[in-house]
């Protein structure tokens, strides 16, 4: 099993830039397809992106691509998800999953970790 806590979350205006990070502890870290999600609220939680287990195959929300960047480093067990140009929409509690598949997959993942807040005021 794989535990996951991510932190990197704070408040930044419109434009800005914010980067997550994901630490995983458990096993097999390096089998895991990695993604990141998020909820606003009031809303459903929805897929942002997710990165393969060797990081070579990604995948993005429409709503983001282009401006986030999703990578890993399995010696560190860490999954990130870089934030450029940040939108007052982009506000929510973004949450790290873990599925272990090889390849990349937008749902059905097993764990999750507890979220961290992104605020973007305009």
């Known amino acids: 099993q794989v535990q996951l806590v991510e932190s990197g979350g704070g408040l930044v205006q419109a434009g800005g830039s914010l980067r997550l990070s994901c630490a995983a502890s458990?096993?097999?870290?390096?089998?895991?397809?990695m993604g990141w999600f998020r909820q606003a609220p009031g809303k459903e939680r929805e897929f942002v992106a997710a990165?393969?287990?060797?990081?070579?195959?990604?995948v993005y929300a429409n709503s983001v691509k282009g401006r986030f960047t999703i990578s890993r480093d399995n010696d560190k067990n860490t999954v990130y998800l870089q934030m450029n140009g940040l939108k007052p929409e982009d506000t929510a509690v973004y949450y790290c999953?873990?599925?272990?598949?090889?390849?990349?997959?937008?749902?059905?993942?097993?764990?999750w970790g507890q979220g961290t807040q992104v605020t973007v005021s305009s």
């Open positions: 999953a873990g599925r272990q598949v090889r390849v990349v997959v937008r749902d059905g993942y097993d764990y």
């Open positions: 458990g096993r097999f870290f390096s089998e895991h397809c």
């Open positions: 990165i393969n287990w060797s990081g070579t195959d990604t």
